[in-house]
Nanobody
Framework: QVQLVESGGGLVQAGGSLRLSCAAS????????MGWFRQAPGKEREFVAA????????LYADSVKGRFTISRDNAKNTVYLQMNSLKPEDTAVYYC?????WGIGESYEYDYWGQGTQVTVSS
């Protein structure tokens, strides 16, 4: 059974940092793309960042470029999202997801999803 378990969310002041983790289990993900999405209250889920497990190719939404960094640890089967210079508009539930192929950052490309972790940035 595939499981994606996010952790690391919380409350932080604007300008602060958080690191989210996504622990993956239940299958081999070496050929997969791992992504982070977020959904704010009253808004649609949006793409944040993605990384190709095999070659570390990355993709970022324009809104987080230069502030967020996605990475992975093969030994721990874990993907990270380092979030710096956080803004109140980054407040959302952040979801980890896995897709069988490299794509363009659309949610329909992803087969597996975690339960999400709340990130709240206060002004």
């Amino acid at each position: 059974q595939v499981q994606l378990v996010e952790s690391g969310g919380g409350l932080v002041q604007a300008g602060g940092s958080l690191r989210l983790s996504c622990a993956a289990s239940g299958r081999t993900f070496t050929s997969y793309t791992m992504g982070w999405f977020r959904q704010a209250p009253g808004k649609e889920r949006e793409f944040v960042a993605a990384i190709r497990w095999s070659n570390s190719r990355t993709l970022y939404a324009d809104s987080v470029k230069g502030r967020f960094t996605i990475s992975r640890d093969n030994a721990k089967n874990t993907v990270y999202l380092q979030m710096n210079s956080l803004k109140p508009e980054d407040t959302a539930v952040y979801y980890c997801a896995a897709a069988p192929h490299w794509g363009i950052g659309e949610s329909y490309e992803y087969d597996y999803w975690g339960q999400g972790t709340q990130v709240t940035v206060s002004s």
